[in-house]
């Protein structure tokens, strides 16, 4: 039987496993379909492009070597998500970043599938408006950054990443109510932060 030649074409279970069986070219194939994004991720969660490349490979290290336990009857990006935020938060904790409390409020009537931008201030740029000039996506990546670690991580991968909230629960070992609560606390943070600096603009 003959099997597709472009890699690009396979699923990224098939890839894994093609891998598994010996297939040089296939782990290759799926370091390249994901390093843009991933290490946007990483870099909006650590606010280091350095440390996000260490990250990065240290996460697809990590994938070679617990391929073998990967259920290929579910997504390979979120288990490879959960593998580079847990190395993120190794690097940072290494850092001695400071924590971040926890916060109890939640997001009312939200369903599961709610992305981060249904509860965005509808003032606040879209990431991937072509219109947004550098200086306000330096803004925005600040105003991120500036975020505890804890509510940060949520942000990014909703909003810039559009995973759904059950999703990310699953990937931070979060119960799906903390997920909604630290949304909307950085919500609440960025959007504060972002009318002051809209604000100090205009004065």
């Known amino acids: 039987m003959d099997q597709p030649s472009d ?5 990224d279970s098939t890839l894994l496993q093609r891998h598994l ?11 390249r379909r994901h390093q843009q994004e991933l290490t946007a991720f990483l870099t909006r969660f650590m606010g ?14 990590q994938l070679h070597i617990s391929a073998p336990t990967f259920d290929t009857s579910k997504r390979l990006k979120p288990w490879l998500f959960t593998i580079a935020a847990n190395k993120a938060r190794d690097a940072l904790r290494s850092k001695a ?7 109890d409020a939640t997001i009312g009537g939200a369903e599961d599938q ?3 931008v249904s509860v965005m201030p509808s003032s606040i740029p879209a990431p991937d408006e072509n219109i947004m000039n550098f200086e306000v996506r330096l803004a925005v990546e600040k105003i991120v950054e500036a975020l505890p670690e804890s509510l940060r991580i949520v942000l990014v991968l909703c909003y810039f990443h559009d995973f759904a909230y059950k999703d990310i629960a699953e990937m931070l070992a979060l119960p799906l109510g903390t997920v909604k609560s630290r949304l909307h606390g950085a919500v609440a943070r960025f959007s504060e932060q972002w009318k002051a600096l809209v604000e100090s603009d205009d004065g």
């Open 97 to 103: 970043r400071k924590s971040a409390v926890p916060l």
């Open 48 to 61: 280091n492009r350095a440390m996000a490349e260490d990250a990065f490979q240290e996460a697809f290290l």
């Open 7 to 11: 890699l690009s074409q396979l699923s």
């Open 21 to 31: 069986d010996g297939d040089g070219e296939a782990f290759g194939s799926l370091v």
């Open 114 to 116: 709610d992305s981060y």
